[in-house]
């Protein structure tokens, strides 16, 4: 029968060549020896000739060998080379037609995350996937459901990510207080967070950020145990309890509320705050776009600072150190 060489018999050849005895040579191939000696002994013959000096100790190339092995190796490198690049080149192609993938949880973060991506790959189709939960959120991270994501994490509550998420600090973002525009302290610039003692609370629903343990640890590290009386998810109604005397809630300080009859304060020495992060998939997302997509988002969320005139106040009266520290 005759045989015609293929690129898998030059491996062949390597391989006995590599190992020094068809019996070593079988077992990196798992072949039986006989079977990887009449294949050896077919190549030989379709090439031409021996192309191995067999011995007691095993085979090595002669002559004639050593040329054919190095003809062989060149190929193979060059063969692996070809593969390596046209992979590579269809992944580039695959990342470059699919839709980039941005979620968030809710806030103004998520909008800024998607309008500096139009800008940074505006011939790749957006899609958006703003989650209420971090913790379904990381999951779609972690499982490259989600490419990018924006999401906030508190102090002490760290969220697990998976082995192929990297995440980066964009700043600290304080927490302040939103009091009826009637309420005593809301004569005051700033208010400590003690001088809350005696309030009831609106806040979101409990989740797996650990919001609800924060507040009351740090509220008991300021003396009292914060009284938790109404929950909702819905901004607007949390500033009508406000404005109606019923309750003080935090809030973000680059949220638009626009309820009348509120108002906002910063705490003394930003006793709540949150790390505001960028995560995103490694297999999906090359790091130029993750740095670029960070200074993007920094450079909108400053821009953000300077339309909330309370915010701005803060900012400029020591805030900003607060809130990049982490990144000088």
Sequence with gaps: ??????????????????????????????LSQPATSAQLKRIEHELGGPLFIRSADGVTPN?????????????VVGFDRLREYARSAAEADRQATAPLRAGGTAGPLVSLLLSALFELVPERRLTIDARRSVHTLLKSLSLSKCDIAVFGEFPGFPLPVGESVATRTLLREPVFVLLAEDHPLARQEMVSLHELAGEEWVMPEADESGVHAYLHLTCQSAGFTPRIAH????????????????????????????????VQRPLVDVPFHRRLLLAWNTASVPPELADAACERLLAAYLSLVRQRPQYLTWWENGGEGFALGERM
């Design 231 to 262: 929950v909702t998810p819905d901004l607007s109604v949390a500033q009508i309890l406000v404005a109606g005397r019923r309750a003080v809630c935090g809030v973000w300080p680059t949220a638009d509320v626009s309820a009348h009859g509120t």
């Design 63 to 75: 002559e004639n060998g050593q040329y054919v092995l190095r003809c062989a190796r060149d190929l």
């Design 1 to 30: 029968m005759v045989m015609h060489l293929e690129f898998r018999h030059l491996r062949v050849l390597l391989t006995v060549a590599e190992a020094g005895s068809i019996r070593k040579a079988a077992a990196r191939l798992q």
